[in-house]
């Protein structure tokens, strides 16, 4: 299973009752934090989340409502007493950014590893998940992510039976990549069937309408984009700055075939976002106006199909 978490869906600045737009995912342990701005320390603890346990931040892009909140970030988690090393990706210019940044965060007791993105498209492995970055089109470099949690095949006794597979190996086989058993080694793909079909999440915020989102957004279990702008009149805003409007995201969700749609990153000048929801809707149904703290937790499709 995996959980998804919106601890802040705001856009530019934090308000009252809004912190800024983030993402965290957690599976089997690990936890994958998308974006830190202001306060997402603080937008974390209020969703219940702990930064702790915190293994890989990714950035999207090094505007300040996405990356200022990244000392903050880091103090808290060595004030917790964090040893564990802590990876962040980002654009070009990661390292020199969060060195920048860590000039009020100079002395951690954790180290940190950079993996700086250089390609349209790059994928990452961690934690047993497949992560795609892919370049999108906003005012500075700017990358989306597709978080894609594999599912291996069944267990087989047939087949297992007829490769020669000890029983004794059996159990282990069904989790890890292969075991040893009597002086012999035995592999996982001599007892599985063909691979499942996994759980996709993709996650894009500050972008104009691309041909690489709807690629990444294919059969998305949960598709999360920006919602910056939902009425009409803002249309040429978002032209200028290159931000979505709620109907451009739905239209999205709709031909990538996305099972649903959250929107986030609303403008400080959208009090209610729910406004123009009914608008999305109508292209998308499956569309809804994410809150801070919403979290849903996606499972595997079982025997019959369903989720």
């Given at each position: ?203 894009c915020t500050d972008t104009r309408p691309t041909s690489a989102i709807l690629q990444h957004a294919d059969s998305a279990d ?86």
């Amino acid at each position: 299973m995996l959980e998804v978490t919106l601890p802040g869906t705001g856009g530019t600045m934090p308000l009252k009752n809004r912190w800024l737009t983030c993402c965290l995912l957690r599976c089997e342990g690990h936890s994958i934090l998308i974006d830190c701005g202001e306060g997402t320390q603080i937008a974390l603890r209020c969703a219940g989340r702990s930064v702790q346990r915190l293994d890989l931040l990714c950035i999207t892009h090094f505007h300040a409502d996405h990356i200022s909140g990244l000392p903050g970030l880091l103090l808290s988690m060595g004030q917790d007493g964090r040893t564990e090393p802590l990876t962040i990706a980002g654009p070009r210019g990661l390292v020199q950014t969060v060195t920048g940044l860590r000039t009020i965060a100079p002395e951690l007791p954790f180290p940190i590893a950079f993996v700086e993105m250089t390609e349209k498209q790059q994928m990452l492995h961690f934690a047993g998940m497949e992560i795609t970055a892919f370049a999108v089109q906003h005012t500075l470099p700017c990358y989306g992510y597709r978080l894609h949690l594999p599912r291996p095949g069944k267990f087989d006794p047939e087949r297992a039976k007829s490769s020669g597979i000890p029983i004794q190996v059996w159990g282990t086989l069904q989790k890890q990549e292969q075991a040893e058993f009597g002086g012999a080694v035995y592999h996982q793909n001599q007892v599985l069937g063909p691979p499942r079909k996994g759980l996709t999440v993709t996650y894009c915020t500050d972008t104009r309408p691309t041909s690489a989102i709807l690629q990444h957004a294919d059969s998305a279990d949960l598709l999360i984009l920006e919602g910056m702008y939902g009425d009409d009149e803002k249309r040429a805003k978002a032209l200028e700055t290159k931000h979505m409007m709620f109907t451009e995201a739905a239209e999205i969700a709709a031909e990538a075939g996305a099972k649903r749609l959250w929107l986030t990153h609303y403008s400080p000048s959208l009090p209610d976002p729910e406004t123009y929801l009914p608008a999305a809707q109508a292209i998308f149904p499956e569309t809804r106006c994410a809150k801070d703290g919403d979290s849903v937790v996606l499972r595997y499709c079982n025997e019959e199909g369903t989720a």
